[in-house]
């Protein structure tokens, strides 16, 4: 234990140094905030997009979370025309995923594979609650993007709150759109049918992984907690 303390100082004494290297080549002086960075732990930092930023409760208060594959419709745009630039083959697919679970997860994954870019147009909370209930998302939809994000197989997430993703479709123009579950060119919505077409866009269905859904996650969930 007697080298303990003095080996503890020699760290703290090189991460201060550390520390005053980066905020002289930022051109700030020992101990300022580059504004550059995100803030941690302060809610009252104003939100910017792609930045998930809950207000805390109590005293502790929230954190920022960054989220650069979360993007407003038109940057979600500039994005895919520089994957057309690249010829890389964008794949769209749209949905709630409230409670992420192995079903999304192998669906997902199955849709990247079908091109070389995923953009995952994510349903507003609004939306959500007319198509599942009062009672849902679980998740709002800035906690939604920020999941989604984290999955290597998805490379940009749009939230959209219309009722229907037509204006999304003809503005990100994918090469593909895919669709999970037992859905057929018949059952897709007419205008969406047509602004796919519109922009000539290929349809993919795929079948869902069966035994998984967030409706019966949310039942388990809830009779685990009563035993």
């Known amino acids: 234990m007697s080298g303990y303390f ?39 930092a104003p939100a910017k997009p792609g930045i ?11 954190v920022v ?3 650069p594959k979360l993007m407003p419709l038109p940057e979600a745009v500039a994005w895919r025309e520089r994957c057309r630039t690249a010829k890389r083959r964008v794949v769209l697919t749209n949905g709630v995923f409230d409670l992420l679970h ?4 192998y ?14 147009v994510l349903n507003a909370d609004a939306s959500v609650r007319l198509l599942k209930g009062p009672a849902r998302p679980v998740q709002s939809e800035e906690q939604r993007a920020y999941a989604l994000a984290a999955l290597a197989c998805v490379d940009a997430v ?7 993703l037509t204006a999304e479709i003809r503005a990100l123009r994918p090469d593909l759109y895919c669709k999970a579950g037992d859905y057929t060119l018949e059952k897709l919505d007419a ?17 869902f992984l069966p035994g998984f859904s967030t409706t019966s996650l949310i039942a388990r969930i809830k009779a685990a907690g009563e035993i």
């Open 102 to 105: 192995t079903g999304h997860l």
């Open 52 to 62: 998930y930023n809950p207000r805390g409760s109590g005293e502790g208060g929230g």
């Open 107 to 120: 669906y997902l994954q199955q849709a990247r594979a079908l091109g070389d870019a995923l953009v995952i």
């Open 65 to 67: 979370l960054e989220n």
């Open 6 to 44: 003095p080996h503890n100082v020699r760290i703290l004494r090189n991460n201060v140094r550390i520390l005053a290297a980066r905020s002289d080549r930022r051109g700030g002086r020992p101990g300022s905030v580059d504004s550059r960075e995100p803030l941690v732990g302060n809610v009252d």
């Open 191 to 207: 205008g969406e049918r047509t602004a796919l077409q519109e922009v000539g866009a290929e349809i993919r269905f795929l079948p």
């Open 158 to 164: 749009t939230i959209f709150r219309e009722p229907r």
